[in-house]
T-cell receptor
């Protein structure tokens, strides 16, 4: 059973471009969480999704950020018109309904 | 003030020493997690606790719900234990599914 998979592992974008981060949860896991770790800061919750539903997006910036977890395929975190302040490590985690999350290896986004 | 506080922020010890990392929180929780983040950045879940004590190898985690406090202990520490250790809680106050994190304790074990 493969762990949580994220790709790409490293992503470089210029200001104004779009960034798409992908997360494939562990097999059988229907809950996906996205967390962001800014340089020299702790992890912060962004969004919690179940299949085809956003359950809690209270940690998502109001503009430019969106997330989805379609019926088929990976969860996607999308950042439009990236700015330097979006440079961070973005971690995805998945869990079955009643146990703690398993983390992916993260995507390190660098905005030039 | 953060809802989850860890101490110390940084800890350097000699190989073989007994290590204690502390976590205090200010809200009612449904579970507390201890996570390990290595220099490469990957995060590993070490323990999930809602009461009492858990042990895995040289790692021991305890929680006191009444005092809102948890500790992570490492016995016979080794340089490979060098990492950032993060405490995180699930709470009905924050929406019970998501984790709220402490800022982490950076542990360095010197050979």
């Amino acid at each position: 059973n493969a762990g949580v998979m994220q790709n790409p592992r490293h992503l470089v974008r210029r200001r104004g471009q779009e960034a798409r981060l992908r997360c494939s949860p562990m097999k059988g896991h229907s809950h996906v969480y996205w967390y962001r770790q800014l340089p020299e800061e702790g992890l912060k919750f962004m969004v919690y999704l179940q299949k085809e539903n956003i359950i809690d997006e209270s940690g998502m910036p109001k503009e430019r950020f969106s997330a989805e977890f379609p019926k088929e395929g990976p969860s996607i975190l999308r950042i439009q018109q990236v700015v330097r302040g979006d440079s961070a490590a973005y971690f995805c985690a998945s869990s079955p309904s009643d146990r703690g999350p398993f983390f992916g290896p993260g995507t390190r986004l660098t905005v030039l | 003030k953060n809802e989850v506080e860890q101490s110390p922020q940084n800890l350097t010890a000699q190989e073989g020493e007994f290590i204690t990392i502390n976590c205090s929180y200010s809200v009612g929780i449904s579970a507390l997690h201890w996570l390990q983040q290595h220099p490469g950045g990957g995060i590993v879940s070490l323990f999930m606790l809602s009461s009492g004590k858990k042990k895995h190898g040289r790692l021991i985690a305890t929680i006191n719900i009444q005092e809102k406090h948890s500790s992570l202990h490492i016995t016979a520490s080794h340089p490979r234990d060098s990492a950032v250790y993060i405490c995180a809680v699930r709470s009905p106050n924050f929406g019970n599914e998501k984790l709220t994190f402490g800022t982490g304790t950076r542990l360095t074990i010197i050979p």
